[in-house]
């Protein structure tokens, strides 16, 4: 599992000191970034990519209320709340019915629709350019050393000079999603649970708007297809395929012919069909590290737990993650109140597992009917049915969908 670290050469420029060096610009990196320098504690963010590829890479869109608040309380929903959809539904269709499910008429709580560039773009907008911390994009080889020491440090390859810099630090946050620096640094003693659903998804995002004021999860013998808004222009839908399938054998005729098929229902309008910017497969995996501290560093995001966007959840966890991140680290370099670092791997993994489960409970949901397999089938359908007759399992459902239990 640990691989062996490139270390700086000799030669280099002389290392420099931050109390945290956060490692991945993304949702979690940058919110942790902007925690810590509203407080006044600095901070490196190393990233991998271009600014401009980062404000522009879709994926998440849907995020639950509580994470928006959360969001809000650090000053970094301004825009956020200016220019998100709420959204008060979705829909299920199955059997050429569709069946509205209204969890904000149950619930007086919505779920917000704000595309992740959006929401990156923002986050790095308030931490680099209003709250004066600092960035490194492009870097190369990030490296970590010295976890289980209390001098921890991180190198990496500067873009524009080639040289092997080093950053000595107190706290490395491990932000770099799942396939970066940190993940590659993590010791033999982690437990890394994975769980495969044996199917891919085919995410698309097209160049047409919405074709319905909500979420739309259609359940087909032939598989799952999803709708979801992303902005009046642009729309993210899901096709269900083989997991490895190449995106490539799916044309664009292919591809609206199947997602007219699998969304059918009664009394609904056909979908709005548009040039298909993003097509890529995803072979539907979650994984869970755990703990998600390992000496000095902390886990947040993807880089510590993985879940399919079967219901959309990664992105809300990487912001509870990052929330008590940021909190517990302000909190033991300027107060030297160390309890939310002590507890932040128990408390991030509580809302982790609990969003896993709902995740293959869900999945379910979504695939049963396509396996060719009547009593698979069945139970779907009962399971679908039931969050129409049953207001106990509709309101756990929403409970789980809009992520409000107060039980985290
Ligand atoms: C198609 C799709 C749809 C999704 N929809 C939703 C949704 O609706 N709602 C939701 O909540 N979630 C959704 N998700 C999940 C969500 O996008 C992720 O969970 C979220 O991006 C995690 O944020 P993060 O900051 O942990 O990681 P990331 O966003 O992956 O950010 C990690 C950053 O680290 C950088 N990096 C990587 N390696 C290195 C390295 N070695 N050195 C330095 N930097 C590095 C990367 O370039 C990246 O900028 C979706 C995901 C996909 C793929």
Redesign the pocket.
């Known amino acids: 599992m640990t691989s062996p670290s490139p270390s700086p050469h000799s030669g280099s420029p002389a290392p420099r000191r931050f109390p945290v060096v956060v ?7 940058l919110t942790v970034g902007n925690i810590l320098r509203s407080a006044g504690v600095d901070c490196l963010v ?4 271009s600014r401009e590829f ?1 404000e522009r ?1 879709p ?5 639950e209320e509580w994470a928006v608040r959360g969001l809000e309380r650090r000053g970094l929903a301004g825009s956020l709340l200016e220019r998100a959809e709420r959204h008060a539904e979705c829909e299920f269709r199955f059997d050429g019915q569709g069946y509205r499910f209204s969890y904000t008429e149950m619930t007086g709580r919505h779920h917000w629709v704000y595309p ?1 560039p959006l929401l990156v773009s923002d986050l790095v907008r308030e931490y680099a350019d209003v709250r004066g911390g600092e960035i490194r994009f492009g ?1 190369r080889d ?1 490296a970590l050393h010295d976890l289980d020491s209390d001098r921890p440090s991180v190198s ?1 390859t500067d873009p524009d000079s080639g040289e092997r810099l080093l950053v000595h630090c107190d706290f490395v946050a491990g ?7 940190s993940r590659a640094a993590l010791p033999e003693r982690a437990r890394i649970s994975r769980h495969d659903y044996g199917i891919g998804w085919l ?1 698309l995002l097209a160049e047409a708007p919405p074709s319905s004021d909500c979420v739309l999860f259609g359940m087909h013998p032939a598989g799952f297809a999803g709708h ?1 808004a992303r902005s009046p222009e642009l729309t ?1 839908y899901y096709l269900q395929c083989p997991p490895g399938d190449d995106p490539d054998d799916w044309s664009h005729e292919r591809v609206w012919k199947e997602l007219q098929r699998r969304l059918r229902a009664a009394d609904r309008p056909p979908l709005t069909e548009g040039r298909l910017v993003e097509k890529r497969v ?1 072979d539907m995996h979650n994984y869970v590290v755990e703990p998600m501290v390992f000496g000095r560093l902390f886990l ?4 510590a737990h ?2 399919a ?1 079967i219901a ?7 912001l509870n993650d990052a929330f008590l991140l940021g909190d517990g680290l302000v909190a033991h370099l300027t107060k030297g109140d160390s309890t939310g670092l002590d507890g932040y791997s128990e408390a991030c993994l509580r809302r982790v597992w609990d969003y896993e489960e709902f995740s293959e409970w869900l999945s379910e949901i979504y695939h049963g009917t396509s396996y060719d397999d009547p009593y698979r089938s069945g139970t779907t359908l009962a399971r679908l049915r039931r969050l129409f007759t049953s207001p106990a399992a509709a309101a756990a459902f929403a409970e789980q969908y809009l992520g409000t239990a107060d039980a985290f």
């Open positions: 490692v991945g610009a993304g949702p979690a990196g190393l990233e991998a990519e980062i890479r994926r998440a869109g849907v995020i992740q870097v990030v990496y932000c770099d999603g799942a396939r970066g620096a995410a979801m993210r995803l947040a995001g993807d880089a993985l879940v966007p959309a959840k990664g992105m809300n966890l990487a």
